[in-house]
T-cell receptor, first 114, second 114 residues
């Protein structure tokens, strides 16, 4: 079955500390992988995506993610968190299997301490 | 967002009423999607449409209906058959070009049943 797991519902970090948000997936075909960010009451904004090639991808706002096929993971990282990074983060997996559909994780809410 | 408009931003409905949520896009994308978001459950797919005059049920289509008469528009009707409609609804679009399998999201509509 196709699925996405974000094991951490909430994460709290201090401003300036490093951050890693975990994402594991199960997908039969070659996956396309995405990270989105959502501020309260807003839509989702794309942070970065992986289709193929270099397994370390760079995104907006200083985020990066690494695709590890052997671990079925696509973890999101940022070396130094800013207070404005407080939001909810969603991992998603998709691809073409007759139709274009995404599967989303349940999200990780990030709190940043001043 | 940026090319995807959802209206209204807030919507209140009395029990037994049907309501229609609007989603309009000027990105010239073929595919459009409706998601429902509840706290702690991530995004769940309601309906999607890959081309005009065609749409398919997602994972939680019961109590909802859609139409796709124009490429730019994909309205969602929440019917009285939907037992728990209070939620945040997100519309997304995607260009089906294989080089750009990325979904872009509108700002959302929050529906509250009184």
């Amino acid at each position: 079955a196709q699925s996405v797991t974000q094991p951490d519902i909430h994460i709290t970090v201090s401003e300036g500390a490093s951050l890693e948000l975990r994402c594991n997936y199960s997908y039969g075909a070659t996956p396309y992988l995405f990270w989105y960010v959502q501020s309260p009451g807003q839509g989702l904004q794309l942070l970065l995506k992986y289709f193929s090639g270099d397994t370390l991808v760079q995104g907006i706002k200083g985020f990066e993610a690494e695709f590890k096929r052997s671990q079925s993971s696509f973890n999101l990282r940022k070396p130094s968190v800013h207070w404005s990074d407080a939001a909810e983060y969603f991992c998603a997996v998709g691809g073409y299997s007759g139709t274009y559909k995404y599967i989303f994780g349940t999200g990780t809410r990030l709190k940043v301490l001043a | 967002d940026g090319g995807i408009t959802q209206s209204p931003k807030y919507l209140f409905r009395k029990e037994g009423q049907n309501v229609t949520l609007s989603c309009e896009q000027n990105l010239n994308h073929d595919a459009m999607y409706w998601y429902r978001q509840d706290p702690g459950q991530g995004l769940r797919l309601i309906y999607y449409s890959q081309i005009v005059n065609d749409f398919q049920k997602g994972d939680i289509a019961e109590g909802y209906s859609v139409s796709r008469e124009k490429k730019e528009s994909f309205p969602l009707t929440v019917t009285s058959a939907q037992k728990n409609p209070t939620a945040f609804y997100l519309c997304a679009t995607m260009n089906r070009d294989k080089r750009s399998d990325t979904q872009y999201f509108g700002p959302g509509t929050r529906l509250t049943v009184l």
